[in-house]
């Protein structure tokens, strides 16, 4: 694990017309030690074709897809499962970020680290 680093996770299902404002949102961050899982949640065609974009784009964007729809908190569960960084970070799919929130974020916590918890890793 990095733990400077912050794993941005975007849980989508079939929220096309609200995706590119979120991943480009992320794309703008002025702290720039991310990376964004997009935990797709078995979606249509159209979204996963407009999805496999970005992580030619960027290498920091990866795509975890479920083979069948597993609900918003399995979904969550299992794309947390796959972040290389301490510190997380929920995107919902029709939110974007503001270019220095993650700065801001990652000063917060690391200001009152009384406030952050984080998992025993398996790799530990």
Known sequence: MNK?????????????KFLE???NSVLKQTYQHWELIIADDN??????AFLNKYPILDRRI????????LGLFANLNKAISN?????LFILCSD????????QTF???QEEYPCLLYT???PRD
């Not at 990866?62 to 729809?69: C, D, L, S």
């Not at 972040?83 to 510190?87: H, L, M, S, V």
């Open 4 to 16: 400077s680093g912050i794993s941005i996770i975007l849980p989508v299902y079939n929220r096309i």
């Open 21 to 23: 404002q979120a991943i």
């Open 43 to 48: 979606s249509d065609s159209e979204t996963r």
């Open 62 to 69: 990866k795509i975890y897809r479920n083979p069948k729809n």
């Open 83 to 87: 972040a290389e960084n301490d510190y």
């Open 95 to 102: 939110d974007y970020l503001l270019p220095n929130c993650l």
């Open 106 to 108: 990652l000063e917060f």
């Open 119 to 121: 998992s025993p890793s």
